[in-house]
């Protein structure tokens, strides 16, 4: 079967429910098995698709970008309001646009980005529990964001990363890293080339140690100088994380969407 249009697709998600982005061989519940379901039943044909970036179990995403090949003849509109009434009411298609074959979403971003959203009250939330992150501990922001500080430019992240991490290279460039808070929410929002498996919740996991006292804010250099995952203390929960942008070359034209998740994007992005 010839290959035909290659497509770029904006993908959002309630992770709360799924058992990460990437399908498993077990049959567990992922995000990846139900949009590749939904886009083969408007195709009429099996579709597969690429991600820029797979996320674990419980991890939410705002603008995962992915691609698929397809010789059907259907219009963008058709993508997406076909696909997304064969989706769960936790997944949605933002929106299709056709590529030419030279992008690829994993290969061809540049950058990628995630934010952590922590809810900082002595009582947990009943509104979100799955949306957010629960830290009852008073957190001080500025020590976060004075920790955050070693931890930006091209480094060893293996004391950040996961002990079953696969990539073979364990350095990464982050290009930004910033602690806000809004009231009781605190944001980590944290872009690099690429990222390590729990990178960020391991690293979330440093910077709320850090600001609820139990370190000082110099803890987050000695860990990662360690390049030792002992080092590095607890992997913070999934619930709070989410993918909310990829950075592609100018030349493939992809819509620019506001940075998420939407219950916050109103303070983050003025």
């Not at 083969?40 to 705002?62: E, F, I, K, L, Q």
């Not at 947990?124 to 009852?136: C, H, K, Q």
């Not at 073979?168 to 602690?179: A, D, G, Q, Y």
Request: glycine share 8%; with cysteine.
């Amino acid at each position: 079967m010839n290959d035909g249009q290659r497509y770029a697709v904006c993908v959002e998600y309630d992770g709360a429910g799924y058992h990460g982005w990437q399908s498993l061989k077990s049959g567990l519940p992922t995000v990846q098995q139900h949009v590749e379901a939904a886009l083969s039943s408007v195709a009429n044909h099996p579709v597969s698709v690429v991600c820029a970036g797979r996320t674990d179990a419980g991890v939410h995403g705002c603008r995962q970008i992915i691609h698929f090949d397809s010789p059907a003849d259907r219009v963008e509109r058709s993508w997406v309001f076909g696909a997304n009434t064969h989706l769960p009411d936790s997944i949605a298609l933002r929106w299709v646009r056709p590529v030419s074959h030279d992008f690829h979403a994993r290969f061809s971003a540049l950058a990628r980005r995630y934010r952590y959203v922590i809810y900082n009250t002595p009582v947990r939330p009943a509104i979100l529990p799955r949306g957010v992150t629960w830290n009852y501990r008073p957190l001080d922001e500025q020590r976060m964001a004075e920790a955050a500080r070693f931890l930006i430019g091209e480094h060893d992240f293996t004391s950040y990363r996961a002990v079953q991490c696969q990539a073979k290279n364990p350095v990464r460039k982050i290009t930004h890293l910033s602690v806000k808070r809004f009231g009781d929410v605190l944001v980590i929002d944290i872009q690099a080339n690429a990222f390590l498996h729990h990178m960020v919740r391991n690293i979330a996991g440093v910077l709320m140690a850090i600001g609820c006292g139990k370190r000082e804010p110099i803890w987050a250099r000695d860990v990662l100088e360690a390049r030792d995952r002992r080092m590095g203390g607890v992997t913070a929960p999934p619930y709070g994380l989410y993918f909310v942008n990829v950075i592609y070359p100018a030349e493939f034209d992809l819509p620019e969407d506001a940075l998420g998740p939407g219950f916050i994007a109103p303070l983050l992005n003025p």
